[in-house]
C-alpha cells in the first residue's frame, strides 16, 4: 500500500470527532503492530482516530484474544510487553510414569501454540443469513516454538491451556481491516459495513468475516509474521471491499478475509 491516509481526525467506529481522540495501532501492538511492516519506515498508526469509549471496547477485544488464544507463542516471538511479561508460565507435561504435572517453567522455555480460528464463507457475499445453529469455523492449532529440553525433562508430553472465542477474534479482525480500509481509502472514501459488527453486535460474525474453513487452502509461502491484503471484489451479492488477514503467516496460519466496506 502507498499514499497511505494516517491522520483521521474523527473515531472510525463512531463517527465522533470531540477530543480527545487517540491514536489507533491498524495491527494490534500485542502482535507487532508496534513495528513498521516491509515497505514502510514507521508502524502504521491512526492519528486521532478514536474515542475514548470505543477506544475501551477495541482494547477490550484485542485483549480477550491476545492473553488466551496466543499468550505463550506472544511470549516465545518477543511481541509481549516487558513490563507484562511474565518470568514464568504454566506447563503441564505427561511423566514417563503415567502421571500429569503442572510446571512453572521459564517463559523463554515454554510450549508456543496458538489457536486461530478458520471461518467459513461470509454470508454477505452469497445473501446467506447467518444462524447461531451452525457453527461457523474451524480451528487450527500452530506451534509456533516447541517446549525447551530443560522443560521437558523427565516427560513425555507438554501441554499449555489455550482458550478460543471465534466471536471476539472475528471483531479482531473486522478491526484490522477496518484500519487497513481507512488508510487506504480516507475515513470518507468508502462505506464501512463492519462498524457496528466491532462495537455492539459480535453475533454477526459469520455474515462479515470468512475464510476457507472445510476446504483446507495452501499457506501463502511467506517470510513476514503476518499477511494483510486489500481488494475489491464483484460477486453475486455486490462489489465489496474485502482485506485478507492471514495472521502468523510465516509459521502456516490460516487465511481469513473481512467484508470491511463498499466502495462509492
Known amino acids: 500500500m502507498t499514499d497511505l ?54 482494547s477490550r477485544i484485542e485483549e480477550e484474544c491476545l492473553r488466551p488464544m496466543m499468550d505463550y507463542a506472544r511470549t516465545r516471538l518477543g511481541l509481549k510487553r516487558k513490563d507484562r511479561a511474565a518470568a514464568k508460565m504454566e506447563m503441564k507435561v505427561d511423566l514417563l510414569d503415567g502421571s500429569t504435572e503442572r510446571r512453572d517453567v521459564d517463559a523463554d522455555e515454554v510450549l508456543g501454540p496458538i489457536i486461530v480460528p478458520c471461518y467459513y464463507g461470509a454470508g454477505a457475499l452469497t445473501n446467506k443469513p447467518f444462524t447461531d445453529e451452525t457453527a461457523p469455523c474451524d480451528y487450527h492449532i500452530i506451534i509456533v516454538a516447541p517446549a525447551h529440553k530443560k522443560a521437558m525433562e523427565q516427560s513425555a508430553r507438554a501441554g499449555v491451556e489455550l482458550y478460543a472465542d471465534s466471536k471476539r477474534f472475528a471483531q479482531m479482525l473486522a478491526k484490522i481491516a477496518l484500519g487497513i480500509a481507512v488508510a487506504q481509502f480516507g475515513v470518507r472514501g468508502f462505506e464501512p459495513t463492519v462498524q457496528i459488527f466491532i462495537l455492539n453486535n459480535p453475533n454477526e460474525y459469520g455474515h462479515w468475516v470468512g475464510g476457507f474453513a472445510g476446504t483446507p487452502e495452501a499457506a501463502v509461502p511467506t517470510p513476514h509474521l503476518h499477511r494483510i491484503q486489500l481488494q475489491t471484489k464483484q460477486v453475486s451479492a455486490g462489489t465489496f471491499i474485502i482485506v485478507e488477514i492471514q495472521l502468523f503467516a510465516k509459521y502456516g496460519g490460516p487465511t481469513n478475509y473481512v467484508v470491511v466496506g463498499r466502495p462509492l
Open 5 to 58: 491516509e494516517l491522520n483521521v481526525g474523527e473515531c472510525i467506529y463512531c463517527g465522533d470527532t470531540k477530543p480527545p481522540l487517540t491514536r489507533e495501532h491498524i495491527l494490534p501492538r500485542g502482535l507487532g503492530g508496534n513495528q513498521p511492516p516491509t515497505g514502510h519506515s514507521a508502524a502504521l498508526v491512526l492519528q486521532k482516530a478514536t474515542c475514548e469509549r470505543c477506544r475501551l471496547l477495541t
